[in-house]
């Protein structure tokens, strides 16, 4: 059973720091990764989509990697600002079996940017 | 329209009541999720509809719960005779055929709190 780990939990940083968050699968046979935010009482936001033969996916400040073989991907936030806060989910869509529409999701990591 | 459109936002309902939660996915998707997000704990998959195709049910937590969608567009979560235990928000995604290519786009959710 595939289980997705989120490291740290939470995380407090000042503002215009540059600062890293980590996902870890347990099952490398994934089709891709996805980076969410979800903001306090909303949805998801999707971010970053890494399929499994790429190795990274940028969005502006955002920089997803995935280590699919070590089953980790990194999302990479440049020059934080107040408006980062949030809290951050990673996904992993399975490969095989007739169910490989369902994500797996990590319990995400709560970023507090201070100004 | 432009986004997934999920309601109510909010519902407080007394326990041992119905509820219905509403989810009007993106035109065009085929495939529609139902996810839950209780407190502290990560998305847990529910229901699964991929165009005329039957659902996959097999996240529903009891036969308290059940979900349909009408003309392979809009999908009603309903709850029976509620427990708080159910109290959490209700997440709905969609995203278009080609499920390799594409990831989830989620609506804002529900809110249900069983008091």
């Known amino acids: 059973k595939q289980e997705v780990t989120q490291i740290p939990a939470a995380l407090s940083v000042p503002e215009g720091e540059n600062l890293v968050l980590n996902c870890s699968f347990t099952?490398?046979?994934?089709?891709?990764l996805q980076w969410f935010r979800q903001d306090p009482g909303k949805g998801l936001t999707s971010l970053l989509l890494i399929q499994s033969s790429q190795r990274e996916q940028t969005s502006g400040r955002l920089n997803a990697s995935l280590d699919k073989s070590s089953g980790r991907s990194t999302l990479y936030i440049a020059a934080s600002q107040p408006g980062d806060s949030a809290t951050y989910l990673c996904?992993?869509?399975?490969?095989?079996?007739?169910?490989?529409?369902?994500?797996?999701f990590g319990k995400g990591t709560l970023l507090t940017v201070n100004p | 329209g432009a986004g997934v459109s999920q309601s109510p936002s909010n519902k407080v309902t007394e326990k041992g009541k119905d509820v219905e939660l509403r989810c009007d996915p993106i035109?065009?998707?085929?495939?529609l999720y139902w996810y839950r997000q209780s407190l502290g704990q990560g998305l847990e998959f529910l229901i699964y509809f991929q165009g005329n195709s039957a659902p996959d049910k097999s996240g529903l937590p009891s036969d308290r719960f059940s979900a349909e969608r009408t003309g392979g567009s809009v999908s009603t979560l309903t709850i029976q005779r509620t427990q708080q235990e159910d109290s959490a928000v209700y997440l709905c995604?969609?995203?278009?055929?080609?499920?390799?290519?594409?990831?989830?786009?989620f609506g804002s959710g529900t809110r249900l709190t069983v008091v």
């Open positions: 995604a969609s995203s278009p055929l080609d499920i390799s290519n594409y990831g989830y786009t």
């Open positions: 099952d490398s046979a994934i089709y891709n």
């Open positions: 035109s065009g998707h085929t495939a």
């Open positions: 996904a992993v869509r399975p490969v095989s079996g007739g169910s490989n529409y369902k994500l797996t």
